[in-house]
């Protein structure tokens, strides 16, 4: 028992290690853990106290319960046993798959990322590109929100900062959950963005597993009162027009929605609008490449792909070395305005009483017809609260002149627009509360972007601009084909 034993140092090394491994796995790390979950909660806590919407229990769940919970749901087992059959592979393979579908989806929130590191970010990016407003709210109706329903922000989708904006916005509020496409799903960022409480959601995949697991995961999101931003077009417009809703979000929102549980579902609109897109001439690239690709392919009698376009780190990295020489000399500009209205809830509860339908029970077709309603109901919603801002109502303008305008006649048709558009029930920013001040703001913008210019004392659009002129005037046309409402007086 006393006899003395020679070990290599190696091993005497490798041993102690090991020991000092196992003793912090045993001993130290559980109580540290202790220790950070419990100040988590009381951080949590605190910030439940001062947002309007508090984060729920689902948002602050393990990632790893979440995916257990959604590859073992009935449904998608279901599934799993169908596609197993449908694919001749073995339920364990099949299994595996929908696993590695639901690590995709499934997001892991920190609230620290969230609020200590993104929704600074966010402010700092907003606030140095943009002259950031809040336009439109109805308070008195989102008073009326419970707060602990699932709440829904349903937003119409210019630009990729639309995620930043709404970030910054809505901060102080609540913690909201995007559903991003695949586009951000590159190293580190996906990292950061998943920390967010984000998921990532592949928008053009057919597979049937694939669409039952995020169908699940939505449905959990919803009855756990995830609250969420959705941009139900899809993708960003390509030619500023508000698109048409695309219904597979919605339609895992609403599908196993019960009007008798205790939680409600209410979608909140929400409306955006730039002084200038930082995307624009790519979109407007991308939709000529399409439609070039698709008369192409009808005369050869075939059909062709959608446009791709690469993201390009020469021409990024170009563009900032130029903002920064603009900013050395003095004469860079912030982009113009970025203005953010949001409307007035529905009620998903009171919306399927009125109509007197149960999502659960319709047949496909009847779903699919009910779900389309209401995805139109959502984005005319959306689209009344987008807001009107000085390079809208001035290119708008300029876009139907037919002739060029002196800068008297120019003021003088944006105001008649503006006061149009105003009566109609619009939210018009006015700078300053100074018209002429707005209109000289959205004037120089134009031009600074040598879309419009000034001969002998007239404005016109600069030839081959006006593509670009129509995607910031078609920003607002659909604010301009609403009815007039007449306005009592006070």
């Not at 041993?15 to 559980?30: C, K, N, Q, R, Y």
């Not at 609020?115 to 600074?120: D, E, Q, T, W, Y």
Request: proline share 3%; aromatic share 8%.
């Amino acid at each position: 028992m006393t006899t003395t034993v020679e070990l290599p140092l190696w091993l005497v090394v490798i041993v102690g290690v090991l020991s000092i491994l196992a003793a912090l796995d045993h001993l130290l790390l559980p109580s540290a853990r202790w220790v950070m979950r419990r100040r988590l909660n009381r951080a949590i806590e605190e910030l439940n106290t001062r947002l309007k919407l508090r984060i729920q229990p689902f948002k602050l769940a393990k990632r790893q319960s979440l995916i257990d919970q959604l590859v073992f749901d009935p449904e998608v087992i279901d599934e799993i046993e169908v596609y197993a059959k449908n694919h001749n592979i073995t339920r364990t393979v099949a299994q595996d798959l929908a696993r590695s579908y639901a690590r995709e989806i499934v997001p892991s929130f920190s609230a620290y990322a969230y609020f200590g590191i993104g929704a600074r970010l966010a402010r700092f990016i907003c606030t140095l590109l943009y002259r950031v407003r809040l336009g439109y709210m109805d308070e008195d109706a989102l008073k009326t929100v419970d707060p602990d329903s699932s709440v829904i922000f349903v937003i119409n989708h210019r630009s990729n900062m639309d995620y930043v904006l709404v970030t910054y916005m809505a901060s102080s509020s609540s913690a909201l959950s995007y559903a991003v496409g695949e586009w951000a799903r590159v190293w580190l960022l996906q990292s950061l963005i998943r920390s967010m409480g984000a998921y990532f959601v592949r928008r053009d995949s057919r597979d049937p597993l694939y669409r039952k697991v995020l169908a699940r995961y939505v449905h959990m999101a919803v009855a756990g009162g995830l609250t969420q931003a959705v941009f139900p077009e899809g993708g960003l417009t390509r030619d500023g027009n508000l698109q048409k809703a695309k219904l597979g979000l919605i339609g895992y929102m609403v599908a196993g929605f019960d009007a008798k549980a205790s939680r409600d579902a209410v979608f909140v609109p929400v409306g955006i609008n730039y002084d200038r897109v930082l995307e624009d001439r790519l979109q407007l690239g991308v939709l000529a490449a399409k439609t070039e690709g698709k008369t192409e392919g009808k005369a050869e009698g075939k059909s062709r792909g959608k446009a791709q376009h690469r993201f390009n780190a020469l021409v990024l990295l170009t563009a900032f070395v130029r903002h920064i020489a603009l900013a050395i000399r003095g004469r860079w500009y912030r982009f113009g305005y970025a203005c953010v209205s949001f409307g007035a809830p529905l009620s998903l509860r009171q919306y399927v009483t009125e109509r007197g339908i149960d999502f659960r029970t319709l047949d496909q077709p009847a779903r699919f017809a009910e779900v389309e309603r209401l995805a139109d109901v959502l984005m005319g919603k959306v689209g009344a609260v987008v807001p009107v801002l000085p390079v809208a109502l001035v290119a708008t303008v300029l876009r139907d002149a037919g002739a060029p305008l002196s800068l008297l006649e120019l003021k003088a048709r944006v105001l008649t627009v503006a006061q149009r558009l105003a009566a109609s029930g619009s939210h018009v920013h006015i700078p300053r509360g100074d018209q002429d001040y707005a209109i000289e703001v959205g004037l120089r913008m134009l031009r600074l972007r040598h879309l419009v210019e000034e001969v002998d004392g007239l404005y016109r659009v600069k030839s081959g601009e006006l593509p670009l002129l129509n995607y910031y005037a078609n920003s607002i046309v659909h604010l301009l084909e609403k009815p007039v409402v007449v306005q009592a007086a006070e």
